[in-house]
């Protein structure tokens, strides 16, 4: 099973990026979809769900209004489409299936792909 993120790269400041995440070995269908980031020095970082049908979407304070998650559910693909960036959002994006714990939106599985590295130049 693999998930596997590409789009990354560097841009400037304002610019944008669309990420896609796709599965392979299995089907995610039946799991909420988010993309989650790490930036160097700090935590693993939610950043954007979508539901099982892709008609629900929920997103962290820090991007709400900038990025926009979406999923192809016959393409067992999830895209995170990223304008107005900032240097503040650069990170290693991961995608993974999900689910929503008290403490917030978490892994539902062990399932991590590669991740995609995106860099905002100021």
């Known amino acids: 099973v693999q998930l596997q993120a590409s789009g990354g790269g560097l841009v400037q400041t304002g610019g944008s990026l669309r990420l896609s995440c796709t599965a392979s070995?299995?089907?995610?269908?039946?799991?909420?979809m988010a993309w989650f980031r790490r930036s160097p020095g700090k935590e693993r970082e939610f950043v954007a769900v979508v539901s099982r049908s892709g008609d629900g979407t929920y997103y962290s304070d820090s991007v709400k209004g900038r990025f926009t998650i979406a999923r192809d559910s016959a393409k067992n693909t999830v895209y995170l489409q990223m304008n107005s960036l900032k240097p503040e959002d650069t990170a290693i994006y991961y995608c993974?299936?999900?689910?929503?714990?008290?403490?917030?939106?978490?892994?539902?599985?062990?399932?991590w792909g590669k991740g995609t590295l995106v860099t905002v130049s100021s």
């Open positions: 993974a299936p999900a689910s929503l714990a008290p403490s917030g939106w978490g892994p539902a599985t062990d399932y």
């Open positions: 070995g299995r089907t995610f269908s039946s799991y909420f």
